[in-house]
């Protein structure tokens, strides 16, 4: 399959004052205000570039966090960027975020996926619930918001299963269940909170847990995990998905649902599925490093 459409080369996210720009932009230029787009898509934005941050540069204390810098910070995370430059790319034998081993799971539309468009017998009541097409930009941007935003309903496939003996799709009566909410949505919806800088690096910067801070909070025995993109999981409960539940990768790129992209629509089922804030899951970030940063 060719690899085309690299997301670090190519110009997807929205920035503000500036409209699209990659994501080898996003860490090369300082002028960059803040990200665009709606609330949903700057918070899954600012949590892939958190992500990314934190697989390039994770302090070990604040002495070396406060050494690194904004731009050091930056320079890291290009540095990080170029070794890993194969797996951004979102058509390809490893497809960004994505599992060409769902593509039996039922196609649907992609707005099926987009809270604010109407599909199947749901009433048009003005031209933004009318589905469009997709470009390469916004279907990217889309998937990463799949990741940690998905909304619950029967939208998910969830007939298919990739962990054998994985009972976590279905029902009580042993049937498909419809798809849970993502972790970053949560039953009745969360207040995310970041501290703000006066530029993207600035703000990831500010943001960026220490080993310290992370050993210190207890939230996350598995420490700063390993990426998605590094590692996508092979299933639903296999070992790696069992560690992004365990670990802060898991909170910023939850990989909740297993998507595959095609030019009409996308194969859509649920995927990692982590513990709620009733079982203890939680995200931390702009409260936890407040007190310590201000």
Not at 27 to 32: K, V
Not at 106 to 129: D, H, I, M, W
Not at 136 to 142: I, V
Request: hydrophobic content about 35%; glycine content about 10%.
């Amino acid at each position: 399959m060719e690899c085309r459409f690299n997301l670090i080369d190519e110009p997807w996210i929205p920035v503000a004052d500036y409209g699209r720009v990659s994501l080898r932009q996003i860490f090369s230029n300082p002028e960059y205000r803040s990200l665009g787009g709606n609330p949903v898509q700057k918070i899954a934005l600012l949590k892939l570039l958190l992500a990314i941050a934190q697989s390039a540069a994770t302090p070990k204390d604040e002495t070396e966090w406060k050494a690194l810098g904004a731009n050091g910070l930056a320079e890291q995370c290009l540095s990080y960027l170029d070794k890993w430059h194969d797996r951004f790319y979102l058509y390809g034998d490893k497809p960004f975020l994505q599992m060409p081993a769902i593509q039996s799971a039922r196609l649907q539309p992609f707005g099926a996926v987009l809270p604010e468009v109407s599909t199947g017998n749901t009433t048009v009541l003005n031209q933004q619930q009318v589905q469009k097409r997709l470009d390469d930009g916004e279907r990217a941007l889309l998937l990463l918001t799949l990741m940690g935003f998905a909304l619950s309903g029967k939208k998910t496939d969830n007939s298919v299963v990739l962990t054998e003996g994985y009972a976590g799709k279905k029902n009580d009566k042993g049937k498909p269940s419809t798809g849970k909410p993502g972790p970053s949505v949560g039953h009745m919806g969360f207040l995310h909170s970041f501290l703000i800088g006066n530029d993207v690096p600035k703000t990831l910067w500010l943001n960026l847990f220490t080993c310290r801070q992370l050993e210190e909070m207890n939230s996350y025995p598995g420490g700063v995990g390993v990426a998605a993109w590094e590692q996508m999981p092979e299933g639903e409960d296999c070992e790696h998905a069992k560690q992004l539940k365990r670990a802060l990768m898991g909170r910023l790129i939850p990989v909740c649902r297993f998507c595959f992209l095609t030019e009409v629509g996308i194969n859509y089922s649920e995927g990692v599925s982590h513990p709620g804030y009733k079982e203890g899951g939680r995200s931390q970030h702009g409260g936890q490093l407040l007190g310590q940063r201000a």
